[in-house]
């Protein structure tokens, strides 16, 4: 079992910049890919990014490459998405998410989920 927690979320004017954070726990973390996901409001929820277990291996979705970068610290136990020259469109509820074994970007390979942070960008 694993839980997650995000953080981090909140509003940003375009162009400005955010770090989420997730810290998980409850099992080894380095044994867990992990991913973000997002939600904006009546829209399916998307993989934004993901990083395999060692962070050797990443993901970003088309629309956030140049501008959002994911990591991960095994000894904290942590996982970040930086965001940088944000746009409107990347408002959402933003989700932590983990699996263990390899990176997948659909919703239904992934075992444990946080609830959740808000990310708006104004224009």
């Known amino acids: 079992q694993v839980q997650l927690e995000e953080s981090g979320g909140g509003e940003v004017s375009a162009g400005g910049s955010l770090r989420l954070s997730c810290v998980a726990s409850g099992d080894i973390f380095s044994a867990y890919a992990m991913a973000w996901f997002r939600q904006a409001p009546g829209k399916d929820r998307e993989c934004v990014a993901a990083?395999?277990?060692?962070?050797?291996?990443?993901y970003l979705t088309d629309s956030v490459k140049g501008r959002f970068t994911i990591s991960r610290d095994n000894a904290g136990n942590t996982v970040y998405l930086q965001m940088n020259n944000m746009k409107t469109e990347d408002t959402a509820v933003y989700y932590c998410?983990?699996?263990?074994?390899?990176?997948?970007?659909?919703?239904?390979?992934?075992?444990?989920w946080g609830q959740g942070t808000l990310v708006t960008v104004s224009s």
């Open positions: 990083i395999s277990s060692s962070g050797g291996g990443f």
């Open positions: 998410a983990a699996r263990s074994g390899q990176i997948f970007t659909t919703i239904e390979k992934y075992e444990y």
